[in-house]
């Protein structure tokens, strides 16, 4: 059974600091990852799609790798801003095959906080 | 406002009470979604719709809970006889269609309805 982790579950850091939010997985058999933001009382926004093929994907600020054979992913947030503030949960969807509808298998999120 | 939208918002009810939570994906999205995400956890997958017809159930936690897509667009998520664990709040999210390429993959969520059970 496929299960996610996300370390650590809060961070606290000055703005401007570069930070790496982890996520692993235990069954190296996925079809992609994906990165969401989640705001208190919202739903999620998707930040960045890894399909199984790739190692990496950038958007902006962010940066996420995968390392499919060690069940790893990294989210990489550059220059960090007080707006950053949110709770970031990775999602991971198994492979396209008979029985498999495209359900996410999510962690449980890291908050992270960013200080004035 | 293309986006997936859910009503309620929030849902306060009393223990015992049937609930019904509607979400509109969306429009021409094969694929339909519903999460569980409670308080301080990750969501997690209660069923899944292509078109009209529910093939992954797997995810509800009791017979409780049922979920509907009648005309392959608008879903409602069912709770009967609410209990305090129900309590959660319930995403949904869907997806153009079950193909290959992620773009078509790619999951959009909606902003979750929030259910408190007294």
């Known amino acids: 059974k496929q299960e996610v982790t996300q370390i650590p579950a809060a961070l606290s850091v000055p703005e401007g600091e570069n930070l790496v939010l982890n996520c692993s997985f235990t069954?190296?058999?996925?079809?992609?990852l994906q990165w969401f933001r989640q705001d208190p009382g919202k739903g999620l926004t998707s930040l960045l799609l890894?399909?199984?093929?790739?190692r990496e994907q950038t958007s902006g600020r962010l940066n996420a790798s995968l390392d499919k054979s060690s069940g790893r992913s990294t989210l990489y947030i550059a220059a960090s801003q007080p707006g950053d503030s949110a709770t970031y949960l990775c999602a991971v969807r198994p492979p396209l095959q008979a029985g498999n509808t495209g359900k996410l298998i999510f962690g449980q999120g890291t908050t992270l906080q960013v200080k004035p | 406002g293309a986006g997936v939208s859910q009503s309620p918002r929030y849902k306060v009810a009393k223990r015992g009470q049937d609930v019904a939570l509607r979400c509109d994906p969306i429009?021409?999205?094969?694929?339909l979604f519903w999460y569980q995400q409670a308080l301080g956890q990750g969501p997690e997958f209660l069923t899944y719709f292509q078109n009209e017809a529910q093939l992954d159930k797997s995810g509800l936690p009791s017979d409780r809970f049922f979920a509907e897509r009648p005309e392959g667009s608008v879903s409602t998520l069912k709770i009967q006889r609410t209990q305090q664990e129900d309590s959660a709040v319930y995403l949904c999210?869907?997806?153009?269609?079950?193909?290959?390429?992620?773009?078509?993959?790619?999951?959009?969520f909606g902003p979750g309805t929030r259910l408190t059970v007294l």
């Open positions: 999210a869907s997806s153009l269609a079950p193909r290959r390429d992620s773009s078509y993959n790619e999951q959009f």
């Open positions: 890894i399909q199984s093929s790739q």
């Open positions: 429009s021409g999205h094969v694929s």
């Open positions: 069954d190296s058999a996925i079809y992609n």
